[in-house]
């Protein structure tokens, strides 16, 4: 079993709508929690990152953690056609000096 | 721009060769991985390096082999090439330091495509 468990989707979805992206993990020293946005096997580009439990909000978008669940959550509001990317979660115990990646969710906005 | 740079872009070769992938890390940062990512595949972390030392490592095959320079760039060979390795590989860097809450998040280089026949 992974150390983090992402649906690949594909998740398709019309203009304006409100998206939820979500990832799980077993380790439970996870500390740092981030989500990273791929565009068509770009570099991978940073949105959001949380430190330990909590929601962060960051315009349109906002990341939860909730470490009792062992869960992580991306919510994009007013989606737009310029979202459709892959989406990836990453979370890192600083201790092992590595990230860990979700394989990644690909999401579709259609005008 | 996320301030990381990666050189070439992109690199055909042969079974068999060798070749060498190039990173600089965001000024400032001391902290460069490597990941490798095959076609619709994730993200597969290779290595770390912090200031010149190997901080982590991943499945990196021992084909593979990495150093970080005292000018804090860094440079992926890839020996004995096989049709397999043909990938996108991405250098990230970030202000790890190893110290307690040293965030580890990082930034991405556009990536060498990597098209090995």
């Known amino acids: 079993q992974k150390e983090v468990e992402q649906d690949p989707g594909p998740l398709s979805v019309p203009e304006g709508a409100i998206v939820s992206l979500n990832c799980t993990y077993s380790n439970s020293a996870f500390q740092y929690f981030m989500w990273y946005r791929q565009y068509s096997r770009k570099g991978p580009e940073l949105l959001m990152y949380t430190y330990s439990s909590g929601n962060k909000e960051d315009g349109r978008f906002t990341a939860q953690v909730d470490k009792s669940s062992k869960y992580i959550s991306l919510f994009i509001r007013d989606s737009q056609p310029s979202d459709s990317a892959t989406y990836l979660c990453a979370m890192s115990d600083t201790n092992a000096g590595k990230s860990t990646f979700g394989d990644g969710t690909t999401l579709t906005v259609k005008p | ?117």
């Open chain 2, 1 to 117: 721009d996320s301030g990381v740079t990666q050189t070439p872009k992109h690199l055909i070769t042969a079974t068999g060769q060798r070749v060498t992938l190039r990173c600089s890390p965001r000024s400032g940062d001391l902290s460069v991985y490597w990941y490798q990512q095959s076609l619709d595949q994730g993200l597969q972390f290779l290595i770390h390096y912090y200031n010149g030392e190997e901080r982590a490592k991943g499945n990196i095959l021992e084909r593979f082999s990495a150093q970080q320079f005292p000018d804090l760039h860094s440079e992926l060979n890839l020996s004995s090439l096989e049709l397999g390795d043909s990938a996108l590989y991405f250098c990230a860097s970030s202000v790890y330091s190893g110290a307690i809450r040293s965030t580890d998040t990082q930034y991405f280089g556009p990536g060498t495509r990597l098209t090995v026949l």
